[in-house]
């Protein structure tokens, strides 16, 4: 018998325990999106899993663009760059993508 792990999801699809990614899941999200990852798709994404195992938590975007500016110069660390990558957005695309939980929604009560 086939035994294939299949991670749980929440209902848009984000894993619910990233420590389940592997990068078959980031092929198979990218391919949702219809996205094929380039050496640069998978810079923001080995960034993201990296500062989660150090911190446990998912890094703001602001935190990556400071990394990227230091390491890679202006024009790898700027939003339109990273939105070029990921056109769906920082936290529904490359998060996803890299296996990060859902980013918490903010509901205002009026």
């Not at 703001?60 to 400071?66: A, D, I, N």
Request: glycine share 4%; aromatic share 16%; proline share 5%.
């Amino acid at each position: 018998m086939n035994n294939v792990f299949i991670p749980a999801k929440d209902s848009d699809g984000f894993l619910l325990d990233p420590s389940d990614w592997n990068i078959q899941h980031a092929e198979t999200v990218a391919k949702e999106f219809r996205t094929e990852l380039s050496k640069n798709h998978w810079i923001v994404i080995k960034y993201i899993r990296k500062y989660f195992d150090e911190h446990q938590k998912v890094p703001e975007l602001r935190y990556l663009l400071k990394y990227f500016k230091n390491e890679y110069g202006a024009d790898k660390s700027t939003r339109k760059y990273i939105y070029k990558l990921f056109p769906y957005g920082y936290g529904q695309q490359a998060c996803k993508i890299a296996g990060m939980r859902q980013p918490k929604k903010l509901w205002l009560d009026l």
